[in-house]
């Protein structure tokens, strides 16, 4: 039950409900590419990882999913953010954006610069 | 939240089974089949394209694991798996199961049983709200060697006003009284209380009412509380009890209350606690001599209950102050010899001090016994191991990890704890009648001892930790196999197996050590209950019968009949010379229940002034002193050693006379002759009603030490009076002769009734049955450490022969090729003997240094035997080295008799 304190998994939450914010409703493969496609194919969205995490993330309420019909025609299961995902990625991406700015000045700060 | 909203769907999951498997295994399929399509359009031919998207996806069935770990709930899961699998190789191997289930209720099943004594006595010892307030106030005059000499009422004032108590009661130490005016005259067990007594105990009715605490009015109130057990049988539970007039002791009481069912008076033995009756009281003022303060209410028991929140230690010390204050005030009444001190004991100590190093005792040799239990069924664990090496290596070779193994086994060995200590209590349960009837009954709380649900999570508790703790050891190295090795040997062997070889070796020697301890400990026990058992008590109780009775004494002493001696001796006569009138009888005598050897709990112990000694009355020392006819001492064979002992003549209005024993004339009168010396015994009840001077009593014999007080003590001052001259209430007729123990008391009570239908004949016993309930506490634990010893003895000699049996079958091939190369079977019968030697002497030579620290630590419960008593550690280190051999001679013989063709042959 106890996950590893990885740090691509937790930022992999905050990129999937990103994904699905921006997107609207999406199927699994279709946000795995989306990810690697933003990433500049940088990243390889690990399948592995995935699957349980959207299904944490329905466990939580953050998302919920239902059988639909794809572009290409095709059975595929989408899954959209709910009223709780959206306010819990707003809180997250203020959370990731603090930390983002504090190693930002962490990384400028120079030696002459402190007293 | 969200982690719980997640538990909670993972809980419900889990419970109701639901699997999302088929949901991931579609999603994974569409997944596969839009990443093909964005092979294709790539540029890909389709199969190659089918094959990239696979690749990308990884392995399927990691994802599903891991999705499904995400979805319930593994832990559990993994358990239950567990579980059900041991359940399963239990079955398959019923016979191993049957002996580790077997093994294990037996050892938790009697570690349960000791426990629910010990959860009935030394755990739950006062059934009172906040028992830990609660104390026992004892004066005592350690500078002349008095204990428990009682209060007077000026001090008990003292104590009320002192700050440190919400309450103090006095109360009798318990006495009889007859209840007259039914179709028998019945005895009842009473205690006369202060008012406060159950404001103090914190108790209330369950009809009526207690006695008001704030009424003290001086002398006897005329109300009465009964017992609900007094109230059931006598009254027939009748609801209309209250206000009905009962005749006590010739006196009209007025019932005011019944207490509930599950009260029971404080004390340390049944017949302390079931008392039937409660009179009031006020301890001050008529018919009581007005309140002095060095004038102590000797048979009085001070109970209290502490301020709440003060500790007793802090109390002690306040206390101290107080006394320390007094004694400066009152110089003259508290002289400096006498060391004046008043202790507080706790209540619980007063109920259970005397049986806890017993009741230690008993838990620590179940303890061992549990021990030994555990110990072999790791061995035998252990042992199933090397049958089951290809099993685990196998199931490793197909990736099994270690840890799961680890759990595996564990829950397998849980499994068996836990079933046997199911069977334990479950035997325990069904055979709880049958075990009660063996607790003395001189065990405080009896009636309180049963399989409640403490006793049955104690059980629990007991199989899990052991289970967990004996289980690992095993499971460990089982789990160690090498893999490669045990397959290519096909189970032959492993490189393992010396280790566990090495771990079975130590459980072994361990289980012989810690039988040796309980052998040696039990033999100390029974040799000290032998030599107590053997001593010469000093007097023959051989052909003895005690029957008892008791004189009414009604609160008017003018109303009492029997007031003087004169008028009590012409009934003690006709007694005496009706009895011997009866069938079988060739001598009787009369005495008080003093006089009864070993059969009362509470000596009368008196101050004791002798002449040409200047001392006031709380300065002396203080004596038991019984009251006897002039038949006692030849009934009882007690040697008249100098003087003379009572005769006919010597009654109320000639000179007192009095006959002391050995000790007491070594004590008091050392060097010198104590024929002819005059002593005063100070603050008999009745003195302290009239206020009169004692007489001087002179000494007129000297007889023989007789252990009547206590079998263990040879040597405690007695004085005897006579009976026609001092009156008891507490009567005690002795016959001896040819008597039908079951006759004789009907035969007793008629006539004792055909002369005052008033008085109530009981408890008619035997000397010989008297003498062996006063040892049936130590008896009890003789007998059950040597139940465990013998138990300990059979389950190291298996523990012993499981161990040589293995070590013979493994070294089957060794064995057989030896003998094929013409070795002699004496030789391979030696080499295998010798092992067990070998495991035997560790085993002893640990044994015996447990067995030294234990014997010490027991030797407040020994008798006439020294705890290094070279005999028994000889003795039983003999038996249990012969045992070990006996065992390993066994599998020796085998491995003698083994046919080298056939062996090699099958290997």
Not at chain 2, 221 to 242: H, M, T
Not at chain 2, 504 to 530: C, K, M, T
Not at chain 2, 616 to 635: C, M, Q, R, T
């Amino acid at each position: 039950m106890k996950e590893k304190p990885d740090v691509l998994q937790g930022t992999l939450a905050l990129m999937v409900l990103k994904t699905l914010d921006v997107l609207g409703p999406q199927h699994g493969w279709g946000i795995a590419r989306r990810i690697e496609q933003i990433s500049g194919d940088l990243l390889a969205v690990n399948q592995g990882t995935l699957y349980p995490l959207l299904l944490r993330l329905e466990h939580e309420g953050s998302i919920a999913s239902e059988w639909g019909v794809s572009e290409n025609k095709r059975r595929a299961r989408f899954y959209r953010l709910t009223a709780a995902g959206r306010k819990q990625l707003q809180a997250e991406t203020r959370e990731w954006e603090q930390t983002a700015a504090i190693i930002a000045r962490f990384f400028k700060v120079k030696a002459e610069d402190l007293p | 939240m969200r982690f719980l909203r997640r538990f909670r769907i993972r809980l419900s999951n889990f419970v109701t089974r639901r699997s999302t498997d088929q949901r991931l295994q579609e999603e994974l399929a569409e997944h596969l089949a839009f990443q093909a399509e964005e092979n294709v359009r790539a540029g890909m031919p389709p199969a190659e394209a089918r094959r990239q998207a696979a690749l990308k996806l990884g392995p399927v069935e990691a994802i599903r694991e891991r999705h499904h770990a995400e979805q319930s709930l593994p832990f559990f899961e993994n358990l239950l798996f567990d579980l059900r699998y041991a359940s399963r190789m239990v079955l398959k191997s019923p016979g191993f199961s049957a002996i580790a289930i077997g093994t294990m209720a037996l050892g938790i099943g009697a570690t349960t049983a000791i426990y629910s004594v010990i959860d009935a006595t030394l755990l739950h010892p006062l059934p009172y709200p906040n028992p830990t307030e609660l104390v026992r106030v004892q004066d005592d005059l350690p500078g002349v060697g008095a204990h428990g000499v009682g209060i007077s009422i000026p001090e008990w004032r003292d104590l009320q006003s002192s700050g440190i108590f919400q309450s103090v009661a006095l109360t009798g130490t318990g006495a009889n009284v007859n209840l007259t005016g039914s179709e028998q005259p019945l005895r009842l067990s009473f205690k006369q209380v202060t008012p406060n007594y159950f404001a103090v105990l914190g108790a209330d009715a369950q009809l009526g009412r207690t006695f008001d605490p704030s009424d003290t009015t001086p002398g006897y109130n005329l109300e009465v509380v009964i017992s609900d057990g007094l109230w059931r049988k006598e009254f027939g539970a009748d609801p209309q009890i209250v206000g009905r007039v009962l005749r006590l002791d010739n006196d009209a009481y007025r019932v005011v209350g019944v207490m509930p069912r599950g009260f029971r008076d404080q004390g340390s033995t049944s017949d302390e606690q079931n008392v039937d009756l409660w009179l009031g009281a006020g301890f001050s003022g008529l018919p009581f001599r007005p309140p002095q303060r060095d004038l102590r209410l000797a048979s009085r028991a001070v109970i209290a209950r502490l301020k709440p929140g003060l500790s007793i230690a802090a109390a002690q010390g306040h206390l101290d102050a107080l006394v320390d204050s007094l004694k400066k005030q009152y110089p003259a009444e508290y002289p400096a010899q006498t060391a004046w001190t008043v202790r507080l004991i706790p209540l619980t100590e007063t109920v259970v001090g005397s049986i806890r190093s017993s009741l230690i005792l008993l838990f620590g040799a179940v303890g061992l016994v549990l021990l030994i239990s555990c110990v072999n069924v790791a061995n035998l664990l252990l042992a199933r191991a090397s049958g089951r090496g290809r099993e685990i290596a196998l199931r490793q070779a197909l990736g099994a990890q270690r840890t799961r193994l680890i759990r595996q086994f564990l829950a397998e060995s849980l499994l068996l704890f836990v079933l046997g200590g199911l069977a334990g209590v479950a035997i325990l349960f069904s055979a709880q009648h049958f075990l009660l009837r063996l607790i003395p009954e001189s065990l405080p709380h009896l009636n309180n001892i049963s399989i409640n649900w403490g006793v049955l999570v104690f059980a629990v508790a007991v199989s899990v930790v052991t289970g967990t703790v004996f289980g690992l050891a095993p499971a460990w190295l089982m789990s160690r196999f090498d893999l490669i090795g045990t397959l290519r040997q096909e189970g032959r062997g492993s490189s393992g197996s010396r280790e566990r070889a090495r771990a079975r070796q130590i459980l072994v020697i361990s289980e012989l050590a810690l039988s040796l301890v309980l052998l040696i400990a039990a033999g100390l026990l029974l040799r000290s209950f032998w030599d107590l058992f053997k001593v010469q008590p000093g007097f023959n109780p051989n052909r003895v019968m005690a029957i008892q009775s008791w004189l009414p004494g009604p609160n008017d002493p003018s109303a009492d009949i029997y007031r003087s001696a004169t008028q009590e001796a012409v009934l003690v006569r006709e007694i005496l010379r009706r009895s011997r009138t009866l069938p079988g009888v060739e001598e009787a005598a009369a005495g008080d229940e003093a006089a009864l050897p070993l059969g009362h709990s509470q000596p009368g112990r008196l101050p004791l002034l002798r002449e040409g000694i200047e001392m006031k009355d709380n300065e002396a020392p203080v004596i038991n002193s019984p009251i006897v006819s002039p038949e006692y001492f030849h009934l009882l064979s007690v040697p008249l050693l100098r003087g003379r002992l009572f005769n006919d003549q010597d009654l109320e209005d000639t000179p007192q006379v009095a006959v002391i024993n050995q000790a007491a004339a070594l004590t008091y009168w050392p060097n010198q002759d104590p024929l002819g010396k005059r002593v005063r015994l100070r603050l008999d009840s009745r003195d302290r009603r009239t206020g009169a001077t004692p007489p001087w009593t002179t000494i007129i014999g000297v007889i023989a030490d007789a252990r009547t007080e206590s079998l263990a003590d040879a040597a405690i001052p007695q004085i005897y009076r006579s009976i026609y001259q001092r009156p008891a209430k507490d009567l005690a007729i002795f016959l001896r002769g040819q008597l039908d123990p079951g006759a004789i008391s009907s035969q007793m009570r008629t006539q004792i009734q055909s002369i005052d239908p008033e008085l109530p004949v009981f408890h008619g016993e035997t000397l010989d049955d008297v003498l062996s309930t006063s040892l049936s506490v130590r008896r009890f634990s003789m007998e059950m450490v040597g139940f465990f010893a013998a138990t300990a003895l059979l389950l190291a000699g298996l523990g012993i022969y499981g161990t040589i049996s293995y070590v013979v079958n493994e070294q089957r091939r060794e064995i057989a090729i030896r003998l094929a190369l013409g070795a002699q079977k004496a030789t391979i019968l030696k080499m295998v003997l010798r092992r067990g030697v070998s495991l035997a002497a560790a085993g002893t030579g640990l044994g015996i240094a447990g067995a030294l620290v234990v014997s010490h630590l027991m030797s407040g419960l020994l008798y006439g035997v020294s705890p290094t008593d070279l005999p028994t550690f000889a003795g039983f280190t003999v038996v249990l080295t012969a045992v070990a051999l006996a065992a390993s001679y066994i599998p020796a013989l085998r491995a003698m008799r083994l046919d080298p063709i056939t062996t090699l042959h099958s290997e």
